[in-house]
């Protein structure tokens, strides 16, 4: 079963609209990531978290934000959606461990901003 | 900063060819960074490949095998024989840091020819 799942995997939205794009994952991990990914410019992280209630600035955070509610879901935030936001975004999930760190990908949600 | 750069796509290989996929790091920010490949086949979400954690070790997985080179600060990802269902992106990828931050190469767009 899928351990990380993410919804919507697809959305269109209008420019100035609120779009918000939830992650949800079953490995009891602490920390969550959210990425986007361009042609030209691979996976940039964006916000990530070290268990709920936090949320930290990755690389790329303006014009987005983000929450964590709970261990199992996070959410990714974009009040005034801009044609820029368009792109494929990736959650993961993972913590460290003895045989080093992997992180854990949901199947992304491709966002369309017209 | 940290950084990764990796072979430029698409690469096209005939079926039973075999393959190399460079990838080479700069890290300023940890002096053993684990390293990994990520594959995401097409429609479906990142998944990881191999990672390997330990300078001078190689890691395997599905035929494909990459060695940690701490002095030429190299992780190249090589098949002896490829099959069509390998085609997919491959993406390079260090850990930084306690933060649990991936830094990706652009990714490379692995085609194979029957």
């Known amino acids: 079963e899928a351990a990380v799942t993410q919804s919507p995997r697809n959305k269109v939205a209008v420019t100035g609209g609120k779009v918000t794009l939830s992650c949800n994952q079953t490995n009891n991990h602490n920390n969550m990531y959210w990425y986007r990914q361009d042609t030209g410019h691979g996976l940039r992280l964006i916000h990530y978290?070290?268990?709920?209630?936090?949320?930290e600035k990755g690389d790329i955070p303006d014009g987005y934000k983000a929450s964590r509610p709970s261990q199992e879901n996070f959410s990714l935030i974009l009040e005034l959606a801009t044609p820029s936001q368009t792109s494929v975004y990736f959650c993961?999930?993972?913590?460290?461990?003895?045989?080093?760190?992997?992180?854990?990908f949901g199947p992304g949600t491709r966002l369309t901003v017209l | 900063g940290d950084s990764v750069t990796q072979t430029e796509g698409p690469v096209t290989v005939s079926e039973s060819e075999s393959l190399i996929i460079n990838c080479t790091y700069s890290?300023?920010?940890?002096?053993?960074?684990?390293l990994f490949w990520y594959v995401r086949y097409p429609g479906e979400g990142l998944q990881l490949l191999l990672k390997?954690?330990?300078?001078?070790q190689k890691g395997s997985s599905r035929g494909f095998e990459a060695t940690y080179n701490k002095e030429t600060t190299s992780f190249h990802l090589q098949k002896a024989s490829v099959q069509e269902s390998d085609s997919a992106v491959y993406y390079c990828a260090l850990l930084t840091g306690n933060t649990g931050k991936l830094i990706f190469g652009l990714g490379t767009t692995l085609q194979v020819q029957p």
């Open positions: 390997v954690i330990t300078a001078g």
């Open positions: 978290s070290y268990g709920a209630g936090s949320t």
């Open positions: 993961a999930s993972g913590d460290p461990g003895l045989g080093g760190y992997e992180q854990y």
């Open positions: 890290a300023t920010s940890i002096a053993y960074p684990n």
